[in-house]
């Protein structure tokens, strides 16, 4: 699930991108062609194959009758020849690939996008750290809200404040001038997707050396539209925030002179990984890539 603005697109537009969108990643993961060495290697998801051993069984039919058939020239009975036997080589070397999923720890509250208001930035000072402490903070409407948000951050890092396994993923990124989008979301190589994955693949191993897996997921995301204002720290905060650089990240109310306020009970996070980037950098490798495709204006 995806937490955004209001788009500007009518409902059918939006309806129709999202399809051919699906519908283009679905084929992509279907039917997979790749290089290897000096030669290509075809991979076709599991299910259609009833009908690559429909094909084989075909072709080996024709191959075998072929012999009752009458051609006008030696040559042509050459070329029919080589012909079945170049699609029966084909048809060998088809690696299938097959689909797990794994389910990350998902919200047991109600999802209320209109109670997450915004999102700020800035620098803390510490007196015993002369470097200043990048401070990263989501603001909400409601203290109970935010707790219920604390605790799913939580799972998903494993019940550690101190996220040093990146389990928690954070990034900013740039739509325009005037706008960005943040996201948070679980890491899909978090230990327990691993230890699952693996279990799967050892398990189609008893089956097959060959087979391609497919790692699919299932996860809540959180995603916000934020103006860049005039008085917006968030540009500064970019040209000095420096990759890998951990950082608080902190869930407040809105308090007293519309200042983010602290929420009693609620610990800060300390995260050591924040992507900033311009949608134009985002390539199909980052999440936040199609999320954008199918949600965005």
């Not at 697109?9 to 993961?29: D, F, G, P, V």
């Not at 599991?46 to 012999?67: D, H, M, N, Q, Y």
């Not at 990350?104 to 015993?128: C, M, Q, R, T, V």
């Amino acid at each position: 699930m995806l937490l955004v603005g209001n788009m500007k697109q009518s409902k059918e537009e939006k309806t129709l991108k999202q399809r051919l969108i699906l519908w283009s990643n679905r084929l992509r993961c279907d039917i997979m062609i790749q290089k290897k060495g000096w030669f290509f290697e075809v991979i076709i998801h599991e299910r259609f194959k009833p009908f690559i051993c429909i094909i084989k069984i075909v072709l080996t039919i024709i191959g075998l009758i072929s012999a009752f058939f009458l051609f006008s020239f030696a040559f042509i009975a050459f070329l029919f020849g080589l012909g079945i036997y170049l699609l029966c080589t084909f048809i060998e070397k088809i690696i299938f690939s097959y689909n797990s999923l794994y389910i990350h720890s998902l919200a047991d509250f109600k999802i209320e996008p209109n109670k997450w208001l915004g999102a700020f930035f800035g620098y803390a000072e510490d007196p015993k750290n002369p470097e200043h402490i990048p401070t990263i903070g989501w603001v909400m409407s409601d203290p109970d809200y935010a707790k219920k948000v604390h605790t799913l951050l939580l799972r998903w890092s494993y019940g550690k404040l101190k996220d040093e396994d990146n389990n928690i993923r954070a990034s900013v990124i740039i739509d325009n001038d005037e706008e960005y989008v943040f996201f948070c979301y679980p890491n899909i190589d978090r230990k327990t997707a691993n230890l699952f994955h693996e279990d799967v693949e050892k398990e189609r191993e008893k089956r097959s050396l060959t087979d391609v897996h497919h790692k699919i997921f299932a996860m809540l995301v959180f995603g916000k539209r934020c103006k860049i204002t005039d008085n917006s720290y968030f540009p500064t905060f970019r040209e000095r925030y420096k990759d890998g650089v951990p950082y608080i990240f902190r869930l407040t109310v809105l308090g007293d002179g519309g200042q983010p306020q602290h929420i009693t009970g609620l610990d800060d996070f300390i995260l050591f990984n924040l992507k900033i980037k311009n949608k134009e950098e985002l390539g199909r490798r980052d999440i936040e890539y199609d999320l954008l495709r199918i949600l965005n204006k």
